[in-house]
Nanobody, 115 residues
Framework: QVQLVESGGGLVQPGGSLRLSCAAS????????MGWYRQTPGKQRELVAT???????NYADSVKGRFTISRDNAKNMVFLQMNSLKPEDPAVYCC?????????WGQGTQVFVSS
């Protein structure tokens, strides 16, 4: 079955950087639009960034210029490079795969930003 496994979360100081990874299996990875979403308690899940099978990227306004999404189709992986992290960025970051009517989610990785 399809599995999405995130890694790379942790604690970082404001202004710091983290790189999140999502390893996919059980799917034809190159077909899927991959995305990162984030959620904090009491708030709706928020789109962070997406990358299509062709490499077109899209970002939430709140992360433009700071975060970069990329993918490696040979390794079935998608990444989120997060720079200049802010106090409002902490959340559980979840990997998403979407193709036609199929959507899959990973369990998420927690990001903390604190001095």
């Amino acid at each position: 079955q399809v599995q999405l496994v995130e890694s790379g979360g942790g604690l970082v100081q404001p202004g710091g950087s983290l790189r999140l990874s999502c390893a996919a299996s059980g799917m034809t990875f190159s077909r899927y639009t991959m995305g990162w979403y984030r959620q904090t308690p009491g708030k709706q899940r928020e789109l962070v960034a997406t990358i299509t099978s062709g490499g077109t990227t899209n970002y939430a306004d709140s992360v433009k210029g700071r975060f970069t999404i990329s993918r490696d189709n040979a390794k079935n992986m998608v990444f989120l490079q997060m720079n200049s992290l802010k106090p409002e960025d902490p959340a559980v970051y979840c990997c998403n795969a979407h193709w036609v009517l199929a959507t899959y989610w990973g369990q998420g990785t927690q990001v903390f930003v604190s001095s």
